[in-house]
């Protein structure tokens, strides 16, 4: 058989001994050095946010929205390149034309520069000794 826990109550200048079960805070006081056995507490709170607070989070909010959208931005642009890449990948001659493009092009010498390049070895000739 289970124990039903009693607590004494203040009743006038003595006690009275109830149910813990029916003890009510709001309504009855503990007597002497009596304690609610540890159970279950509810507690209701209540709780207001300062401007300052909220205008943290407002601005973390947005914040966080721009950062969303980005987030989408850069997934469409990665689905495109890879796109792209795989197209290029797959065609040889692209491929091929953009190696041309990087490959820097052997350029045919101005007049100017042959000439500068002809008296360089003309004057490289006239040092050496004739033997």
């Known amino acids: 058989m289970s124990q039903v826990k009693t607590v004494k109550i203040k009743d006038g200048a003595s006690f009275r001994i109830i149910n813990e079960s029916d003890f009510k805070?709001?309504?009855?006081e503990l007597y002497g050095d009596e304690a609610l056995s540890a159970g279950p507490v509810m507690v209701n709170l209540a709780v207001g946010i300062t401007p300052e607070l909220q205008a943290a989070i407002d601005e973390a909010k947005a914040e966080c929205e721009k950062v969303q959208a980005e987030n989408v931005e850069l997934k469409e642009q990665l689905a495109t390149a890879h796109g792209e890449l795989i197209a290029f990948k797959n065609d040889v001659t692209a491929m091929q034309a953009h190696i041309d493009e990087l490959v820097p092009k052997a350029k045919k010498p101005t007049a100017a520069e042959l000439k500068a390049a002809k008296a360089a070895d003309d004057a490289?000739?006239?040092e050496q000794p004739e033997e």
């Open 124 to 126: 490289k000739a006239a």
């Open 25 to 28: 805070p709001g309504e009855h």
